[in-house]
T-cell receptor, first 114, second 111 residues
């Protein structure tokens, strides 16, 4: 069983479109994250939710809106896609302890904006 | 969170130990050292973490110097599947899962 699963794995779309990436974890974790890995391979946190509440928002443009319908899901919706949004987006989850640095990452969703 | 410095790349022969260094000279008392790796086209994978004592698990060993200003990740018997980017991350205790990834070390294991 996949612990953290993301869909779709690949997404190619035109500038200006709106798209969503879904994430689900079956680890029973309370905290979930979205990280972005750009073309230079730098990984940066975007958002974190703990028990469906937003706890980290790293100055991400408000075109990006995370939504957590329940503790096991954290979806990422992106409006008005721009070329610079092309990246690999990783979802992750962790044990409900705010001190932990042990994250479980999904396989990533590669977004290409044309 | 403290900044880390790692060599950009390293090579290792299959079956030998791979020793990956990391400098974190500005680490503070409550910050942990975490190691992750990212195999090509996969998500990052947690390896090990420690505060001041050496740690070992089924994947690797972590040696932290007494002054905590540097550490070494040891893969005791490297295999070709260990070829990956290895990230050393220093993380404080109150930042949830906010990990600051640097450029990491590209480890290439040769046959």
């Amino acid at each position: 069983d996949t612990a953290v699963s993301q869909t779709p794995k690949y997404l190619v779309t035109q500038m200006g479109n709106d798209k969503s990436i879904k994430c689900e974890q079956n680890l029973g974790h309370d905290t979930m994250y979205w990280y972005k890995q750009d073309s230079k391979k730098f990984l940066k946190i975007m958002f974190s939710y703990n028990n469906k509440e937003l706890i980290i928002n790293e100055t991400v443009p408000n075109r990006f809106s995370p939504k957590s319908p329940d503790k096991a899901h954290l979806n990422l919706h992106i409006n008005s896609l721009e070329l610079g949004d092309s990246a690999v987006y990783f979802c992750a989850s962790s044990h409900p302890d705010r001190d932990t640095g042990e994250l479980f990452f999904g396989e990533g969703s590669r977004l290409t904006v044309l | 969170d403290a900044k880390t410095t790692q060599p950009p790349s390293m090579d290792c022969a299959e079956g030998r130990a791979a020793n990956l260094p990391c400098n974190h000279s500005t680490i503070s008392g409550n910050e942990y050292v975490y190691w992750y790796r990212q195999i090509h086209s996969q998500g990052p994978q947690y390896i090990i973490h420690g505060l001041k004592n050496n740690e070992t698990n089924e994947m690797a060993s972590l040696i932290i110097t007494e002054d905590r200003k540097s550490s070494t990740l040891i893969l005791p018997h490297a295999t070709l599947r260990d070829t990956a980017v290895y990230y050393c991350i220093v993380k404080g205790g109150t930042s949830y899962g906010k990990l600051t990834f640097g450029q990491g070390t590209i480890l290439t294991v040769h046959p």
